[in-house]
């Protein structure tokens, strides 16, 4: 999705700064200050006014809601989950328009008949649901196990489908005005999303019971209201690719009797079908679990980081320490787009906010367009599977799996360092092979300036310090917030009520896309769990891959990929370890091991052709062809499709062995990265040729493999290569 410039909030968060009034701040310090500004997306409203300050209160609350029951009032699993979805929902409709905005507000358009025909019985369907389920409430009249089918159906059952959907086609159908109004249609979904949540929530109690096996009508009605509010909200947010799959599933559960072989099932009557998915083994499971917990804490915790301008500062000390070397922005962007993608956990948005200011000085020391694009790709996706936080992938993993955070965390640290030594080496060869120099030191911050202010990585610290000492993951997350506001107090941008005000508004607004998109994931588990085809498909892969490991890791691969492509890594990482998992712990692979295989895949899909997210936001940026972006950026990141088979061979990749066994596995695999960026830039000690880049490119598997003779062997390729390159060639000096 395209992004519009940056705009402060109507809670008093703080605009870009005038940079023209600071003459005196280096160049990079003034373009770092748009870092932490908030980016307002194609489709996303801005309201101002009175308007403003009630839906920015709204958001507070929906964040403030969440942190208080994680901390100090715990509420029953299902209502703390509808509350979260329902909550997502209603503000997601209200902050994000159906179509995007056009670059010039058109100003005030007339309700046209098409949506006064479509309006006037969705607002009278909607508001009479409500009024039912409200009704109901109050006089504790509900809808208990063994009620009449005919029970509230002509008053909140067909009103609330009916209505659902004529607000939906209306939401398409009507003009796009401007930002800062909320036209009626988005109005009507966000009551809907309301009165959906309403329902389930007050008949929880019959629902776990009755779901499965005889569900009342209105319980159906409900749950393919809610599916389809979340499908339209993941369209919004997330784009078509997800929708289309989810719709796959859903399809999938109907027409089984009819399918051949494996996907052949016995097919589910519609009531019992749609009100299983909307129960904790769908909508409101693990993929839910972890978006109303991990996700949002930790995405507030970026929201905080972002209101004190941290984030500002991790980008200035990257520039201060490696700005003026040759490449220096993309070294630059390799170390501070990990830091930022490791917190805020989306690769595309990542790319799009510390992506603004790296890839134009990529493009400004010599890297090409879609190097520049894809490097800040690379290094954004990277993010994800890096300690401690992994975008909150480590956190999902330990919730599927039961294995603890901090074995997730340790095994994480080897694979991690290597992919970024490997991009780090692909940007250092490109440097080398185009005789590039960095940025002049005038224009970047004072290194001994930054150091002075290291006590902003604080807040990092005391996160992972806290994880380590047995503090559970939200007490930790919670600590690491309170101390970014306090370290704030140290820097000129103090956070006091309005500025915390100001991160709890964001955090709101930024976890929208993870709602909606985890609770799509949640229907196609929910899918899953109901039709048995996880199973199924687990026994498939058993007998495709006829017992071979590395033949079912291959295409656990490929899988976890497609799956990926246009999905967001949570829900990528948690569809796939449904289908997947099951069948290549089966085939006795490790559990740590299988889980981290499919994570790892499912997180370079952002940058796998031909969806790739990341690249395709590096390509906006950076004006360059986004299919031949997607190729370079795949390319950079070549060492994450090479790693995961190494901690398949080798169990001292994940941190599985002795000290010296560790360390072993960890240099030689470096040494092989090393080789592998050589061979794939064609630039070892100098400049080499298809033949020596073939050779080195054996030598770097050599390597990578782990066992001692083919170290040797590796070992000695490479420096036959080294002394013919340096001793008879004489090629330039690297």
């Known amino acids: 999705m395209t992004t519009d410039a940056p705009r402060g909030s109507a809670s008093g968060g703080p605009a870009p700064r005038d940079t023209a009034q600071e003459p005196t701040i280096p160049v990079v310090a003034q373009a770092a200050s748009a870092v932490d500004a908030e980016v307002v997306t194609a489709n996303q409203r801005v309201f101002v006014g009175i308007l403003g300050i009630l839906f920015s209160a709204a958001c507070v609350l929906y964040t403030a809601f969440h942190i208080g029951v994680m901390n100090l009032y715990p509420l029953e699993t299902w209502v703390y989950r509808l509350i979260h979805v329902s909550g997502g929902l209603a503000l ?41 389920i409200t009704w109901a409430i109050v006089t504790d009249d509900r809808v ?17 489908i009916v209505g659902t959907v004529l607000a939906i086609l209306a939401s398409w159908t009507s003009p796009v005005r401007e930002r800062s109004r909320l036209p009626m249609p988005d109005l009507l979904l966000a009551v809907a999303a309301i009165t959906v949540g309403l329902y389930i929530i007050s008949h929880a109690e019959f629902l776990r019971f009755r779901a499965s096996v005889f569900p009342h009508p209105n319980d159906m009605y409900a749950a393919i209201a809610g599916i389809l509010l979340i499908l339209e909200m993941t369209r919004r947010l997330a784009g078509l690719p997800l929708v289309i799959i989810v719709a796959i599933f859903i399809a999938y559960g109907f027409v089984g009797p009819w399918l051949p072989g494996v996907l052949e099932h016995r097919g589910y009557a519609p009531a019992r079908f749609f009100a299983f998915i909307y129960t904790d083994n769908g909508v409101l499971g693990p993929t839910t679990a972890v978006s109303s917990t991990y996700i949002i804490l930790f995405i507030t915790f970026a929201a905080f980081l972002q209101a004190s301008r941290v984030g500002e500062y991790f980008v200035n000390f990257a520039f201060a320490a490696a700005g003026g070397a040759r490449g220096g922005p993309a070294k630059v962007a390799v170390f501070s787009s990990g830091l930022m993608g490791m917190i805020n956990g989306t690769s595309a948005g990542n790319v799009v906010s510390t992506g603004s200011l790296t890839i134009p000085l990529m493009k400004r020391v010599g890297y090409r367009p879609q190097t520049a694009a894809s490097v800040e790709a690379a290094a954004s996706s990277g993010g994800q599977i890096l300690p401690p936080i992994m ?20 095994a994480a640290i080897i694979p991690a360092a290597l992919y970024f ?84 508004e964001i955090a709101a607004r930024m976890s929208l896309q993870l709602v909606a998109v985890c609770a799509a994931a949640g229907v196609i588990v929910g899918v899953i769990a109901l039709t048995g085809i996880g199973v199924r498909f687990s026994s498939l892969l058993l007998a495709v891959a006829g017992q071979s490991q590395i033949l079912a890791l291959f295409f656990a691969m490929l899988v976890a990929i497609i799956l990926g492509m246009g999905m967001p890594t949570t829900a990528a990482y948690a569809v796939a370890a449904s289908v997947i998992a099951p069948g290549l712990i089966q085939l006795g692979i490790d559990p740590l091991t299988a889980h981290f295989f499919i994570f790892y895949f499912a997180v370079m899909s952002a940058i796998t052709p031909p969806v790739a997210l990341a690249a395709y936001a590096g390509a906006a940026i950076a004006r360059s062809d986004p299919m031949r ?54 630039w070892f000690f100098g400049r080499i040729n298809w033949i020596i880049r073939v050779l080195v490119l054996g030598a770097a598997l050599a390597m990578i493999g782990g066992g001692l003779q083919s170290d040797i062997i590796g070992l000695s390729v490479a420096g036959v290569i080294f002394a013919l390159q340096r001793l008879m060639l004489n090629p330039a000096k690297a």
């Open 92 to 132: 997601g409709f209200i902050f994000f328009s159906a179509r995007a905005f056009p670059e010039q507000d058109r100003g005030q358009r007339p309700i046209t008949k098409l949506e006064w025909l479509l309006l006037l019985p969705a607002a009278v369907t909607i508001f009479t649901a409500l009024l039912q």
């Open 144 to 160: 208990p196990t063994g009620a009449p089918p005919d029970k509230m159906l002509m008053t909140f059952g067909y009103p609330i």
């Open 391 to 410: 975008g909150a992938g480590a956190f999902i993993m330990a919730e599927i799996t039961g294995i603890a955070y901090t074995d997730i965390v340790i």
């Open 421 to 504: 030594l490997s991009v780090y080496f692909m940007v250092d060869k490109e440097a080398l092979k185009m005789d590039m120099r960095g940025l002049p030191r005038s224009e970047l911050p004072q290194f001994a300036t930054m150091v002075r202010r290291v006590y902003l990585f604080i807040p990092v610290i005391i996160l992972i310090g806290a994880l380590f000492m047995g503090y559970s993951v939200i007490r930790a997350g919670t600590l690491a917030m309170a101390s970014a506001a306090m370290v704030s107090w140290l820097t000129p941008f103090r956070m006091g009520p309005k500025q915390i005000a100001y991160a709890l």
């Open 629 to 682: 972006t997607s190729v370079e950026s795949f390319k950079i990141g070549m060492a994450a499709f090479v790693v995961p088979f190494m901690f398949f061979y080798s169990a001292p990749m994940l941190m599985q062995g002795e000290w010296h066994e560790n360390l072993h596995a960890f240099l030689t695999a470096a040494l092989g990265i090393y080789l592998l960026a050589s061979s794939i830039q064609g």
